[in-house]
C-alpha cells in the first residue's frame, strides 16, 4: 500500500502549470494528504488566487500523476480557510522563482506591504534594486509586470498576498 | 421567509454583482487602450469571476435543490439576477469603465473586510481569499481615478461625466429590505450602513486628490436586487449564456 511519504514524493512531480519552475508542494497549496484503509488517496489543496484557472489544472495533475503511480483511487478536495498566502511559498520555492526570471514575494508581514506600500523588489537578472512597476497586473493572475532600470529588462513579479 | 431563503438570497446578489461586472470587463479583452491595461482588466474579471463562482457554487448548496455554479450562471432568465444596475452599465470610454470599478471597489472592499467575521463560515471563508484581491482592485482603480481627475482638461472631463453618468446608480450598493434585514439580524451580513461611511469616506478621499467633484445625491435608480434590469441585461446574459443554450449540458 501506498504511503503518505510516497505521495509527498510523487507531488514533487507536479509542477505549477503556468510557472513550470516550482511544484505544488514547493508553492504551499498542498494542505494535507490522508491515506485510506482502502488505498485512497484524499489531497486536500487550497486555491492561491480566488480566480486562477491554474487551479483545476494542478488537481487533475496531482489525480494523474498519483493514479499513473498506482494509487487506486484518489480525491483532491478544495478547502478556501485559512486563506493561502505568499508565505506559504517555501524557500526552496522562492529560490526557483528567482531562478526562473521572477521576482519572488515579499513577506506579507513586511511593513512596508503591511502599510500598502510599494515593494523595494530586486531584479531577478542583476540583482539592482533600481526597479519600477509598469502594472499592477501581469501575465497570471498572481503577478505585477516590473522593469529594472539597471539592466532595462522586464520582469514579473509574484504578487504578495 | 426562511432563514435559508435569505441566505440563498444574499449569496446570490453578492453572486451577481460579480459575474455581471465580470462579465463586462472581460468585454475590454483585445481591446485595451494599451496592452498592460487589457491585461489588468482581464485579470480583474478573472478575480471577480473567482469570487462568483465560489459564492454561486455556495448559493446552489444552500438552495439544496442540486444546482450548480454553472446552472445558477447560464440558466437562470434576466428577471432571477440580482445583480445592482451599476454592474450592467456599458464600458463607454476609459473613465466609465475605471469610475464603474471604483465605485464597486470602494464598497466591496469594506464589504468583504467585514464579511470576515460573518457568523456564516462559508461566506467568511470567501471573503478571507477576497479581501486580498479587494484590496489590490481598489489601490489599482482609485490610481486611475486620480491620474484621470488630475491629469489632463479632456481626461478630468471625462472622468467627471462618467462620474456624474454612473452616481444615479450608487443607491442601490446601500439599500435595505427585509432580506438584508434578517441576514444582518443573523450576524450573517454586516451593518450596510457602516459599509456606506467607509465607501463614501473612500470616495471623497480619491475625488479630493482628483480634484473631481461629488455629484449630489439625487434621484437613485433601484430594482437590480428585484431583477428589475436596464435595456443592457438582456445582451450581457444573451452573450454570457447562448453557449450553454445552445448546446445544453455542455462542459469545459
Redo the contacts between chains.
Keep these: 500500500m501506498i504511503t503518505q511519504h510516497r505521495i509527498l514524493e510523487l507531488l514533487d512531480y507536479v509542477k505549477d502549470p503556468e510557472i513550470p519552475a516550482i511544484n505544488v508542494l514547493e508553492l504551499g497549496v498542498v494542505r494535507s494528504v490522508e491515506v485510506e484503509e482502502s488505498g485512497k488517496a484524499i489531497i486536500t489543496i487550497t ?1 492561491t ?5 491554474a487551479m483545476d489544472v494542478m488537481a487533475a495533475d496531482i489525480k494523474k500523476e498519483l493514479l499513473e503511480a498506482g494509487v487506486p483511487e484518489v480525491e483532491v478536495k478544495m478547502t ?6 505568499t508565505d506559504w511559498i517555501t524557500e526552496e520555492g522562492k529560490r526557483k522563482l528567482k531562478e526562473y526570471g521572477i521576482a519572488p514575494p515579499e513577506k506579507s508581514a513586511d511593513i512596508r506591504a503591511l502599510k ?1 506600500e510599494q515593494p523595494v523588489v530586486q531584479c531577478p537578472q542583476c540583482n539592482s534594486k533600481n526597479t519600477v512597476m ?6 497570471t ?1 498572481c503577478k505585477a ?1 516590473w522593469k529594472c532600470q539597471d539592466c532595462l529588462e522586464p520582469f514579473d513579479q509574484f ?1 504578495c ?1 | 421567509m426562511s432563514q435559508n431563503n435569505a441566505l440563498f438570497t444574499y449569496t446570490l446578489r453578492l453572486a451577481d454583482d460579480l459575474l455581471i461586472l465580470s462579465q463586462r470587463l472581460g468585454e475590454w479583452c483585445g481591446h485595451g487602450p494599451i496592452l498592460e491595461e487589457d491585461i489588468a482588466l482581464t485579470n480583474r474579471a478573472l478575480d471577480h469571476l473567482g469570487e462568483a463562482r465560489n459564492l454561486l457554487t455556495y448559493a446552489g448548496q444552500v438552495e439544496g435543490k442540486g444546482r450548480s455554479e454553472d446552472n445558477l450562471a447560464y440558466l437562470r432568465m434576466e428577471r432571477q439576477f440580482t445583480n445592482v444596475k451599476l454592474m450592467e452599465q456599458p464600458n463607454g470610454d476609459y473613465a466609465h469603465t475605471m469610475v464603474r470599478s471604483f465605485l464597486f471597489d470602494a464598497y466591496h472592499l469594506p464589504l468583504m473586510q467585514a464579511l470576515l467575521k460573518s457568523s456564516d463560515e462559508q461566506l467568511a471563508a470567501i471573503a478571507g481569499k477576497a479581501v486580498k484581491e479587494a484590496t489590490y482592485h481598489l489601490r489599482a482603480s482609485s490610481e486611475w481615478i486620480i491620474r484621470f481627475g488630475d491629469g489632463t482638461e479632456e481626461s478630468h472631463q471625462r472622468a467627471q461625466t462618467a462620474l456624474d453618468d454612473l452616481w444615479t446608480y450608487t443607491g442601490e450598493l446601500f439599500e435595505i429590505d427585509p432580506v438584508l434585514e434578517e441576514m444582518t439580524k443573523a450576524g450573517i451580513a454586516p451593518d450596510i450602513t457602516a459599509i456606506k461611511e467607509s465607501w463614501s469616506k473612500t470616495v471623497d478621499q480619491v475625488l479630493a486628490e482628483a480634484t473631481l467633484k461629488r455629484p449630489a445625491d439625487a434621484f437613485m435608480m433601484t430594482g437590480g436586487r428585484k431583477g428589475l434590469h436596464s435595456e443592457h441585461m438582456g445582451f450581457i446574459l444573451a452573450e454570457m449564456q447562448h453557449v450553454t443554450r445552445a448546446y445544453p449540458g455542455v462542459e469545459w
Excluded at chain 1, 49 to 53: E, K, L, N, S
Excluded at chain 1, 134 to 139: A, I, Q
Aim: glycine share 14%; with cysteine; aromatic share 14%.
Design positions: 486555491p488566487y480566488t480566480g486562477c484557472p478556501l480557510s485559512p486563506a493561502w498566502t500598502g509598469l502594472s499592477l497586473f501581469g501575465s493572475a509586470l504578487k498576498l
